[in-house]
């Protein structure tokens, strides 16, 4: 089955690319083309979307706004010309930042990861522990025609992607379909706390707390407001 893809973008030459591009991936179509977000709004109404590819400078609704209305959003890839927006296009689970002009390469390499995800759609994520010694703990996560055994001393933190969740390890990051509040019921609590809608965090794996931030490794995590009280209760339990 095809990935049916969405263009929003102002400007029709860059429309032109990317349907070009499209066109010579074999398992893209372009269901629609659209010259303001807010023209996007009807057509996902009326159809099943798994791809968007965004731009952000538009008249009408810029598309980090755009974004911010969706509540279940398709993967999303942003096509810009502004590189000052990728910090907050990722913080709202952008797939992919590609910056214009892109090539064709970087824009192939972009779809191979959307691609990944839709692969990886049907398949669950199961759990398979050892109680009460953290260092023999494992789950098994299913991602695409893959089954990685994970231990759990090996995770750094868990981040939500739309229906997906990205999991981080001290050697590689694994993309799985599952929910974050399916896992969340997977792991011990006391030891992967949620500090936010988007994130759960091991606790072991923390080298830095600075106000409402998290450092882990080289990612900086925010604690949601709605998690805050919990977690500090769970430090000061430690």
């Known amino acids: 089955m095809k990935m049916k893809c969405l263009i929003i973008d102002d400007e029709p030459l860059a429309q032109r690319v990317i349907e070009r591009y499209i066109e010579n991936i074999s ?25 968007i590819l965004l731009d952000i400078n538009m008249p009408k609704l810029s598309g980090m706004d755009f974004l911010k209305t969706l509540k279940n959003p398709p993967l999303v890839i942003i096509t810009t010309a502004y590189a000052e927006f990728a910090i907050q296009g990722y913080e709202l689970d952008v797939l992919d930042y590609l910056m214009k002009p892109f090539s064709f390469e970087r824009f192939l390499k972009a779809i191979q990861k959307a691609e990944e995800i839709r692969r990886s759609k049907d398949v669950p994520l199961h759990e398979l522990s050892i109680p009460d010694k953290q260092e023999e703990e494992f789950i ?21 992607l739309g ?7 001290s050697d ?52 949601g407001t709605n998690f805050k009280s919990e977690f500090e209760r769970l430090i000061r339990s430690i």
């Open 140 to 160: 098994f996560i299913k991602s695409s025609k893959k089954t990685y055994k994970v231990n759990l001393k090996e995770i750094l933190y868990i981040e939500a």
């Open 27 to 51: 398992f893209l179509e372009v269901t629609a083309k659209c010259n303001n977000a807010v023209e996007a709004i009807e057509v996902l109404h009326n159809n099943a979307i798994d791809l």
């Open 163 to 169: 229906d997906y969740v990205k999991i981080y390890t």
């Open 172 to 223: 590689k990051m694994i993309i799985s379909y599952q929910s974050l509040k399916n896992i969340e019921t997977l792991l011990p609590t006391k030891q992967f706390p949620r500090i936010h809608k988007s994130f759960i965090i091991s606790l072991s794996k923390i080298d830095l707390i600075i106000g409402n931030q998290i450092k882990i490794k080289d990612r900086m995590i925010p604690i």
